[in-house]
């Protein structure tokens, strides 16, 4: 007896997004990253067009952090003390993008500066052929006077600028408008609130083949499942048609994983924890692995074994469709 | 403990308190009002006294800046005296709105065919009994009920106070006396003997409508059906809170509820001394009083605690209270009088609601109706004369202009409709009384919204966009603004704005009574667009715009000739379950009919609410016709890009 799998016919689809230009499209990148354009849920392959793999991205900063954790400084080691040799180490270690977050304040503890942030940005452009994706400090009005002159410095690269947030976004997207360029859009875990934003952004103008959204996440333990069940949602109403939810979707768990005390606190905890160096790892490819079945787009990740991991698993999940 | 004494100005008036004693209480002992919106918790800051000499203790400095707090300002529902005090009390806000139950309530018209043998329980009549003898010696109170029983009245109950009349009246009246009895159900018992007396009587009602706001009450002539006159006050219970939940809280502390109780009858004195100035009929010929409210307001009405009515699971003590007499109830009515309140659904559907329906034809209608009732909290019911399903969402006082900025109640000098420019974004407004303006009432909110939200002033989730190039925008003391008035324009000398604050209180507000209608639809798979008639009552429809409310995603994108204002339906189908023992039933079933959704144990609501607060909603095709103004504009300011 044959066993018939039942398929469900979607009407909708995810957007297809591009990430970088090539000298052809007027950029300097040697690679882009198109992401998207799913016409079904996470590996379902036997059911619907999956045209794109979940891409990987490694978070650097614009200087070496002062709160990161020790088992991420010593991996990155000498890379970290610029940003353009933490960028090349990055795409040595497989990444599919560089996602550079801005610091708040310099290392001598000076405010951050328009000219600095176009030097680093030229750096990295310079050190590494694949595509960019630039976040602000995250303080509304700093991360609009830094991204306006990024946005600038990056013109014709389409890079992805981060990061519009409901109460801030205008300044942004402006920018992005004026040169060509990309936004994430990011809102606090809510299906409603991501369709929001999306609205508000594309209402500017800009075309939504331009934006990306991150519902925002999560680590394993610290309401993944919540995140989780948004992003399902989002998918589903991608699918199901509706059209402001079909934007690909970006998430950080790099970022919440490190910030727990499982991956953070190395001493003092039950012995039953187990290996520090090896649970934190775990805990970020955990993060990351979950969110690739929730539909995630693109994950941003921290350590570059992580990385290899969740590579593996993606390559595993793509296999049994072949 | 010491005491210490406390000097009010500018009333000049002293009073000896005890060290802990908040300056409300001391302020209330010495006869003086200070307003409290919010119940005194301490949130809403207008209750702030100046301190002129001697120390308090501030247990909470909310809403008080550095310089107000440099300058003796203290909230009064939050400090303490522990030491002698002078302290100043500002003029309060004085309560004026023009009180519209007053005009509407004259044009109401006897609904029915009234023939009081048949619908009323007031019935009078004259007896004719047999005079004692020698030989027919049955006591007074026998003979009495003999001939009532005749008229079919058996058994009929009798008071101490009327019993210690009869004797002489039966005298007085030549054994013909003329009684006054209670007969819910006519013609049979039991009945109730409210009165005696030799001369005949002309009986009288009253319906009376306990809103959280105002307390309307209409003087009915029980022979005739007519109303002889309405009059309506603010209820004297605002000063202790502005909405039900901060009335409960009120309620709660010390002897909040006996307060509480004691201000309503004061302002049910106050509206029955006006029907009497009115109509010559004084409050105790009034022998049956029919009373609607929301369930808090009932609960405070009979003293009943109303704490539970806020704890889940929202339990009030009473949904059908029992018939009380009046002299049980502390009222000035008639004291044999039978007062009747209405049945109530739940916690937050009240008798308003169960009378509003009868009122409004819902529940004998085929066609698909939503009925919305929007107060302080808005009560929406959806249904027809098969089934009835209703929800309440609180969608807090902006629309009635607290909450805001510059909010203020539909009175003189309110702004109650502006328009804005699409290019310039200057706006020209109306002002009720057509003088200069002192602030903004919930049709201007609601005005102002809509079109701050069609010529883009303001984005789709409600921030205003500093980016734009006019003055009338920018980044007041508290955040965004739009400037609706200059000062030099105004009365208050001050510019009248909009904040954003001000914006996302109205959106919430406006998404919490949206997101009701559309879980109550969903929740049995109705499409709103289907709906075939929507009736809005309450003080709050009568001065609305159709558009703007659409506009802002308030009311369901419907052809506007589906929307009826019925005005204040509460107290209309109040007045009908006085006239009638058969629409009283009715009212009865239709509380116990209608199907109540408690929303904050529902899971979608929350949902539904978040995607309602967005303008005019997240899912814009659920507005088709906000969708084509304002895409038009959009694409013309697109082209002169």
Same mark, same amino acid.
């Given at each position: 007896?044959?066993?018939?799998?039942?398929?469900?016919?979607?009407?909708?689809?995810?957007?297809?997004?591009?990430?970088?230009?090539?000298?052809?499209?007027?950029?300097?990148?040697?690679?882009?990253?198109?992401?998207?354009?799913?016409?079904?849920?996470?590996?379902?392959? +036997?059911?619907?067009?999956?045209?794109?793999?979940?891409?990987? %991205?490694?978070?650097?900063?614009?200087?070496?952090?002062?709160?990161?954790?020790?088992?991420?400084?010593?991996?990155?080691?000498?890379?970290?003390?610029?940003?353009?040799?933490?960028?090349?180490?990055?795409?040595?270690?497989?990444?599919?993008?560089?996602?550079?977050?801005?610091?708040?304040?310099?290392?001598?503890?000076?405010?951050?500066?328009?000219?600095?942030?176009?030097?680093?940005?030229?750096?990295?452009?310079?050190?590494?052929?694949?595509?960019?994706?630039?976040?602000?400090?995250?303080?509304?009005?700093?991360?609009?006077?830094?991204?306006?002159?990024?946005?600038?410095?990056?013109?014709?690269?389409?890079?992805?600028?981060?990061?519009?947030?409901?109460?801030?976004?205008?300044?942004?997207?402006?920018?992005?408008?004026?040169?060509?360029?990309?936004?994430?859009?990011?809102?606090?875990?809510?299906?409603?609130?991501?369709?929001?934003?999306?609205?508000?952004? *594309?209402?500017?103008?800009?075309?939504?083949?331009?934006?990306?959204?991150?519902?925002?996440?999560?680590?394993?333990?610290?309401?993944?499942?919540?995140?989780?069940?948004?992003?399902?949602?989002?998918?589903?109403?991608?699918?199901?048609?509706?059209?402001?939810?079909?934007?690909?979707?970006?998430?950080?768990?790099? %970022?919440?994983?490190?910030?727990?005390?499982?991956?953070?606190?190395?001493?003092?905890?039950?012995?039953?924890?187990?290996?520090?160096?090896?649970?934190?790892?775990?805990?970020?490819?955990?993060?990351?692995?979950?969110?690739?079945?929730?539909?995630?787009?693109?994950?941003?990740?921290?350590?570059?074994?992580?990385?290899?991991?969740?590579?593996?698993?993606?390559?595993?999940?793509?296999?049994?469709?072949? | 403990?010491?005491?210490?004494?406390?000097?009010?100005?500018?009333?000049?008036?002293?009073?000896?308190?005890?060290?802990? !004693?908040?300056?409300?209480?001391?302020?209330?002992?010495?006869?003086?009002?200070?307003?409290?919106?919010?119940?005194?918790?301490?949130?809403?800051?207008?209750?702030?006294?100046?301190?002129?000499?001697?120390?308090?203790?501030?247990?909470? !400095?909310?809403?008080?800046?550095?310089?107000?707090?440099?300058?003796?300002?203290?909230?009064?529902?939050?400090?303490?005296?522990?030491?002698?005090?002078?302290?100043?009390?500002?003029?309060?806000?004085?309560?004026?709105?023009?009180?519209?139950?007053?005009?509407?309530?004259?044009?109401?018209?006897?609904?029915?065919?009234?023939?009081?043998?048949?619908?009323?329980?007031?019935? !009078?009549?004259?007896?004719?009994?047999?005079?004692?003898?020698?030989?027919?010696?049955?006591?007074?109170?026998?003979?009495?009920?003999?001939?009532?029983?005749?008229?079919?009245?058996?058994?009929?109950?009798?008071?101490?106070?009327?019993?210690?009349?009869?004797?002489?009246?039966?005298?007085?009246?030549?054994?013909?006396?003329?009684?006054?009895?209670?007969?819910?159900?006519?013609?049979?018992?039991?009945?109730?003997?409210?009165?005696?007396?030799?001369?005949?009587?002309?009986?009288?009602?009253?319906?009376?409508?306990?809103?959280?706001?105002?307390?309307?009450?209409?003087?009915?002539?029980?022979?005739?059906?007519?109303?002889?006159?309405?009059?309506?006050?603010?209820?004297?219970?605002? %000063?202790?809170?502005?909405?039900?939940?901060?009335?409960?809280?009120?309620?709660?502390?010390?002897?909040?509820? *006996?307060?509480?109780?004691?201000?309503?009858?004061?302002?049910?004195?106050?509206?029955?001394?006006?029907?009497?100035?009115?109509?010559?009929?004084?409050?105790?010929?009034?022998?049956?009083?029919?009373?609607?409210?929301?369930?808090?307001?009932?609960?405070?009405?009979?003293?009943?605690?109303?704490?539970?009515?806020?704890?889940?699971?929202?339990?009030?003590?009473?949904?059908?209270?029992?018939? +009380?007499?009046?002299?049980?109830?502390?009222?000035?009515?008639?004291?044999?009088?039978?007062?009747?309140?209405?049945?109530?659904?739940?916690?937050?559907?009240?008798?308003?609601?169960?009378?509003?329906?009868?009122?409004?034809?819902?529940?004998?209608?085929?066609?698909?109706?939503?009925?919305?009732?929007?107060?302080?909290?808005?009560?929406?019911?959806?249904?027809?004369?098969?089934?009835?399903?209703?929800?309440?969402?609180?969608?807090?006082?902006?629309?009635?202009?607290?909450?805001?900025?510059?909010?203020?109640?539909?009175?003189?000098?309110?702004?109650?409709?502006?328009?804005?420019?699409?290019?310039?974004?200057?706006?020209?407004?109306?002002?009720?009384?057509?003088?200069?303006?002192?602030?903004?009432?919930?049709?201007?909110?609601? *005005?102002?919204?809509?079109?701050?939200?069609?010529?883009?002033?303001?984005?789709?989730?409600?921030?205003?966009?500093?980016?734009?190039?006019?003055?009338?925008?920018?980044?007041?003391?508290?955040?965004?603004? $739009?400037?609706?008035?200059?000062?030099?324009?105004?009365?208050?000398?001050?510019?009248?704005?909009?904040?954003?604050?001000?914006?996302?209180?109205?959106?919430?507000?406006? %998404?919490?009574? $949206?997101?009701?209608?559309?879980?109550?639809?969903?929740?049995?798979?109705?499409?709103?667009?289907?709906?075939?008639?929507?009736?809005?009552?309450?003080?709050?429809?009568?001065?609305?715009?159709?558009?703007?409310?659409?506009?802002?995603?308030?009311?369901?994108?419907?052809?506007?000739?589906?929307?009826?204002?019925?005005?204040?339906?509460?107290?209309?189908?109040?007045?009908?379950?006085?006239?009638?023992?058969?629409?009283?039933?009715?009212?009865?079933?239709?509380?116990?009919?209608?199907?109540?959704?408690?929303?904050?144990?529902?899971?979608?609501?929350?949902?539904?609410?978040?995607?309602?607060?967005?303008?005019?909603?997240?899912?814009?095709?659920?507005?088709?016709?906000?969708?084509?103004?304002?895409?038009?504009?959009?694409?013309?300011?697109?082209?002169?890009?």
């Amino acid at each position: 007896m044959t066993v018939e799998i039942p398929k469900e016919k979607w009407s909708g689809q995810v957007r297809e997004v591009t990430i970088g230009a090539t000298a052809e499209d007027g950029g300097t990148r040697t690679q882009t990253l198109t992401i998207g354009g799913e016409t079904t849920l996470p590996f379902l392959h +036997f059911e619907g067009n999956i045209p794109h793999r979940p891409a990987l %991205a490694i978070e650097i900063r614009d200087r070496k952090p002062d709160d990161w954790s020790p088992i991420l400084m010593e991996t990155w080691g000498e890379a970290m003390e610029s940003p353009a040799a933490w960028a090349k180490a990055a795409e040595e270690a497989g990444a599919d993008l560089i996602y550079l977050v801005l610091s708040l304040t310099t290392a001598d503890g000076e405010e951050n500066t328009p000219e600095n942030v176009r030097r680093v940005v030229r750096e990295v452009l310079d050190a590494t052929g694949l595509p960019l994706a630039v976040a602000g400090p995250g303080q509304a009005d700093i991360d609009n006077e830094l991204i306006v002159p990024v946005a600038e410095e990056a013109e014709g690269e389409r890079i992805l600028l981060g990061i519009c947030e409901e109460g801030n976004y205008r300044t942004i997207v402006a920018a992005a408008l004026a040169n060509n360029h990309l936004v994430q859009s990011k809102t606090p875990m809510d299906v409603n609130l991501s369709k929001q934003l999306v609205i508000l952004i *594309s209402d500017m103008g800009i075309p939504l083949e331009r934006i990306v959204m991150d519902p925002t996440t999560g680590a394993l333990g610290y309401g993944i499942e919540y995140g989780y069940s948004v992003m399902e949602r989002l998918r589903l109403a991608a699918l199901q048609g509706d059209s402001m939810t079909q934007q690909p979707m970006l998430v950080n768990p790099g %970022a919440e994983a490190w910030k727990v005390k499982e991956s953070k606190v190395g001493e003092g905890v039950p012995e039953s924890w187990g290996d520090w160096q090896n649970r934190a790892l775990e805990w970020e490819a955990l993060t990351a692995s979950s969110l690739v079945q929730s539909g995630a787009d693109i994950l941003i990740l921290r350590h570059p074994e992580t990385l290899k991991r969740v590579k593996a698993m993606i390559d595993a999940l793509l296999a049994t469709a072949a | 403990m010491a005491t210490h004494k406390v000097k009010l100005l500018p009333e000049e008036k002293s009073v000896e308190v005890p060290t802990g !004693t908040l300056i409300t209480e001391a302020a209330i002992s010495a006869g003086l009002e200070i307003t409290q919106p919010c119940g005194g918790q301490g949130r809403c800051g207008r209750c702030a006294v100046k301190v002129e000499e001697g120390v308090v203790r501030k247990r909470s !400095t909310i809403r008080l800046n550095a310089d107000d707090l440099e300058s003796g300002w203290a909230l009064a529902c939050q400090s303490l005296i522990e030491g002698d005090a002078v302290i100043s009390i500002p003029e309060q806000e004085r309560i004026e709105r023009r009180l519209v139950t007053e005009q509407t309530a004259r044009a109401i018209e006897l609904p029915f065919d009234y023939i009081p043998a048949e619908t009323q329980s007031i019935q !009078t009549r004259q007896l004719s009994l047999n005079p004692p003898t020698l030989d027919d010696s049955q006591d007074d109170l026998a003979r009495l009920q003999g001939a009532l029983q005749e008229l079919g009245y058996h058994p009929v109950e009798i008071s101490l106070l009327l019993l210690q009349r009869i004797g002489p009246v039966l005298r007085e009246s030549d054994w013909k006396p003329h009684v006054l009895l209670d007969a819910p159900t006519p013609g049979s018992g039991p009945a109730r003997l409210i009165e005696i007396g030799a001369s005949p009587f002309h009986p009288h009602g009253v319906a009376l409508d306990i809103g959280t706001t105002t307390v309307t009450a209409y003087l009915v002539d029980l022979i005739s059906g007519k109303v002889k006159a309405s009059a309506a006050e603010y209820n004297g219970q605002i %000063a202790r809170g502005e909405d039900v939940i901060s009335r409960i809280i009120y309620a709660g502390k010390g002897n909040g509820l *006996s307060e509480l109780g004691t201000l309503v009858r004061e302002t049910i004195q106050i509206v029955l001394e006006k029907l009497q100035r009115r109509t010559g009929v004084p409050p105790d010929e009034i022998f049956k009083v029919t009373v609607a409210g929301n369930t808090t307001m009932i609960h405070l009405f009979l003293r009943l605690p109303p704490e539970t009515i806020r704890l889940t699971p929202y339990i009030p003590a009473v949904n059908h209270p029992p018939r +009380f007499l009046a002299s049980d109830l502390d009222l000035p009515f008639h004291p044999l009088a039978s007062v009747d309140c209405l049945p109530g659904i739940a916690s937050y559907v009240g008798a308003d609601i169960s009378a509003g329906v009868l009122a409004s034809g819902l529940s004998e209608n085929d066609a698909l109706t939503l009925f919305i009732d929007v107060g302080t909290n808005g009560e929406i019911v959806l249904g027809n004369r098969d089934w009835m399903l209703t929800c309440a969402c609180s969608a807090g006082p902006a629309f009635e202009g607290a909450g805001v900025v510059d909010g203020m109640r539909a009175t003189q000098g309110a702004i109650e409709e502006v328009w804005v420019h699409s290019d310039t974004f200057e706006p020209t407004y109306r002002v009720i009384g057509g003088e200069k303006p002192r602030g903004i009432c919930g049709s201007g909110l609601i *005005s102002l919204l809509s079109e701050l939200f069609v010529t883009g002033v303001i984005d789709r989730a409600g921030s205003v966009k500093l980016d734009l190039d006019t003055s009338r925008v920018r980044q007041g003391d508290h955040g965004p603004e $739009y400037v609706v008035a200059w000062a030099d324009e105004s009365d208050t000398k001050r510019d009248i704005v909009l904040t954003k604050v001000d914006v996302d209180n109205l959106m919430r507000a406006k %998404a919490a009574i $949206y997101a009701g209608f559309s879980v109550l639809a969903d929740s049995i798979g109705v499409d709103l667009a289907d709906v075939q008639q929507v009736l809005v009552g309450g003080a709050f429809g009568k001065y609305i715009n159709i558009e703007n409310a659409i506009n802002i995603g308030l009311l369901p994108d419907l052809p506007w000739d589906r929307f009826h204002f019925l005005g204040n339906t509460a107290a209309l189908g109040t007045y009908m379950g006085l006239l009638s023992n058969e629409l009283r039933m009715q009212i009865r079933d239709i509380a116990n009919r209608m199907t109540y959704m408690e929303l904050s144990a529902d899971n979608s609501f929350y949902d539904a609410f978040t995607a309602a607060l967005f303008l005019p909603h997240t899912n814009i095709a659920h507005f088709p016709s906000v969708a084509k103004i304002w895409g038009d504009e959009v694409d013309n300011k697109k082209e002169e890009k």
